[in-house]
């Protein structure tokens, strides 16, 4: 055995006190789980409005976090460091951006937790991640001082953080969507985009640093925010305007950049699905799991209250109907909280898409490929069906990962039912954030038949 060798098996690793109360570094020192040495890194991008309001969030509660860049070249080619490039781009993407969070933005002395963003069991590749990761970055890289793949919950004391903590994060990240949401609508009806652009930033930028401040409250700078937006002068409304919706679950957060910026040059207003129908399948996995094991099948059934009522359950049951029913409460305030923020924002008449409920979503998609597969297809085709239902959009792009199997699943499923519709409607598979060619070519037909749609839609009004 070699002195390196012997010194690195003598080193200390880093670990959680056996309650989670406090972390021991690897030099044997006691860590409160307050302590401004501890940051925690989110490795998937997020909405750049929701990333600001989440960082002022944790320094309101003299917390650190550094949440991950959009995916991009620099990225991937840190990936392909430690991948093989056969992962699907969630995996290249998380990677890229903690070896990036490692080279570039590590403290020293820093204590860091780098997060899974999707703690979920199911027949997907993420299932593998705590493992990978593990491998990865801590054996092969020697990092010292930093867990990986680990995602606050109840078994872990959310890591000391508060439940109502994380859950406030979660509803501040799908805030963002909604400003996104709006953003694009008035890039495409305004007088004036630029002029409306740059003062829809200063308005947003206003409420955001309100909030960060303590000066504001959620609801309160929403209020204000939705005064002052609604003053941008308008050319048109978003009603009569063509509009076009990307679906296809977390996928997006990584790739969806040049489809979403594609149809905005076109003034087709784009919304990108926001995070919260993803999130809502990783939170309900204990209330489907719960179910089936008790032999229901149905998500309507599954998620009905009394299914999960304490004092009607078996004792060899208990301890599953709590972590569901922990999953069902969280899930009802997140839907809550955005249905409140919603009203407020569609004040300004440019929100468009309709709450979608996510069991009434997931039935939808169950009748096609059972939900109890606990993957994102049938989340995704129930989207699509919602969307065809709703009558909102003039064009659907379902976009994935090729190597993603649920978001392929999702096409072969729903690849027969578009055929049956008069929505225009595209499958784009992604091996990042950028689109071929014949890709282009695929969304140039989609645009102008789009249009050809809200112009009948337009004709048929009046």
Not at 116 to 140: E, Y
Request: charged fraction near 25%; hydrophobic fraction near 35%.
């Amino acid at each position: 055995m070699t002195e390196a060798t012997q010194a690195l098996k003598e080193r200390g690793k880093i670990q959680f006190s056996e309650n989670y109360e406090f972390i021991i570094d690897n030099k044997g020192n006691k860590v409160a789980m307050d302590d401004p040495r501890i940051v925690f890194v989110e490795p998937a991008t997020r909405n750049p409005y929701g990333k600001r309001l989440v960082i002022d969030l944790y320094k309101q509660y003299n917390r650190n976090i550094r949440i991950a860049e959009e995916t991009d070249d620099n990225i991937l080619q840190y990936a392909k460091q430690v991948c093989s490039g056969r992962e699907c781009i969630p995996s290249l993407a998380i990677a890229g951006a903690i070896l990036k969070d490692i080279n570039e933005f590590r403290g020293n002395d820093e204590i860091t937790i780098y997060r899974d963003p999707l703690n979920q069991h199911g027949p997907c590749q993420n299932g593998a991640w705590p493992v990978l990761w593990d491998i990865l970055f801590k054996k092969r890289l020697n990092v010292e001082n930093a867990f990986f793949c680990i995602a606050p919950s109840f078994r872990n004391n959310y890591l000391g953080l508060q439940p109502q903590f994380i859950l406030l994060e979660n509803v501040n990240f799908i805030l963002g969507h909604y400003l996104d949401e709006v953003r694009n609508a008035l890039q495409c009806i305004a007088e004036n985009k630029d002029s409306a652009l740059e003062r829809f930033e200063t308005i947003t930028s206003d409420f955001i640093q309100s909030v960060g401040k303590g000066e504001k409250t959620l609801r309160t700078g929403l209020v204000r925010w939705g005064r002052e937006i609604s003053k941008i002068p308008l050319k048109t409304t978003v009603e009569e305007t063509p509009k076009v919706l990307i679906f296809g679950g977390l996928n997006l957060l990584f790739n969806h950049y040049p489809v979403e910026e594609f149809f905005l040059e076109r003034g087709i207003i784009v919304k990108v699905v926001d995070i919260l129908e993803s999130l809502n399948l990783l939170i309900s996995e204990p209330v489907m799991r719960y179910g089936l094991r008790k032999g229901i099948l149905t998500p309507k059934k599954q998620f009905e209250e009394a299914s999960l009522d304490i004092n009607l359950i078996e004792e060899k049951y208990e301890r599953d109907a709590l972590k569901a029913k922990r999953g069902l409460n969280k899930m009802e305030f997140l839907e809550s909280q955005c249905n409140s923020y919603r009203k407020i924002m569609s004040k300004t008449g440019l929100l468009f898409d309709p709450y979608v409920n996510y069991v009434e979503m997931l039935e939808m998609g169950n009748e096609y490929v059972s939900s109890n597969s606990f993957t994102e297809t049938p989340v995704i085709t129930g989207r699509f069906i919602h969307s065809v239902n709703s009558g909102v959009y003039d064009g659907l792009i379902n976009m994935g990962a090729f190597n993603c199997q649920p978001a392929m699943n999702s096409q072969a499923i729903i690849r027969p039912l578009a055929n049956k519709t008069d929505i225009p409607y595209a499958a784009i598979d992604c091996e990042g954030p950028w689109i071929s060619t014949n890709q282009r070519r695929l969304l140039e037909t989609i645009a102008i038949q789009a249009k050809r749609v809200r112009e009948k839609k337009n004709k048929s009004l009046t």
